[in-house]
């Protein structure tokens, strides 16, 4: 499968955007998603995944209550809302997915391991944040 990022862009401090993953070649619905940001001069980190259906979600703390990530397998699509975006969030932003039997493991474990664990990426789509 091929995943595809998009819908960064530029916004101001407080905005909103959202960010859309589509997969090509597979159905996503096979496939728990995430998302993980790289900022400039910083390691990628992941902060974001949701389950086959939809049905349970992961965050990490820094956006968790700003950011809401959905599904719609129909669509072969994972989005991302951003709300409140702060100057922080600015990076490239790429969704990913492994091939594990514990997906949700393998996105809270792969920091610092090849590819983070991940087995599918999309190229990255850039948000930027101005105060």
């Known amino acids: 499968v091929q995943l595809q990022a998009s819908g960064g862009g530029l916004v101001q401090a407080g905005g909103s955007l959202r960010l859309s993953c589509v997969a090509s070649?597979?159905?996503?619905?096979?496939?728990?998603t995430g998302w993980f940001r790289q900022a400039p001069g910083e390691e990628r980190e992941f902060i974001t995944a949701?389950?086959?259906?939809?049905?349970?979600?992961y965050y990490v703390d820094s956006v968790r209550g700003r950011f809401t990530i959905s599904r719609d397998n129909a669509k072969n699509t994972v989005y991302l809302q951003m709300n409140n975006l702060k100057p922080d969030d600015a990076a490239v932003y790429y969704c990913a997915a492994p091939q594990e039997n514990d997906p949700l493991g393998a996105f809270l474990r792969g920091m610092g391991l090849p590819t983070y664990g991940m087995e599918y990426w999309g190229k990255g789509t850039l948000v930027t944040v101005y105060s």
């Open positions: 070649g597979g159905a996503i619905s096979n496939y728990y």
């Open positions: 949701v389950s086959w259906s939809g049905g349970s979600t």
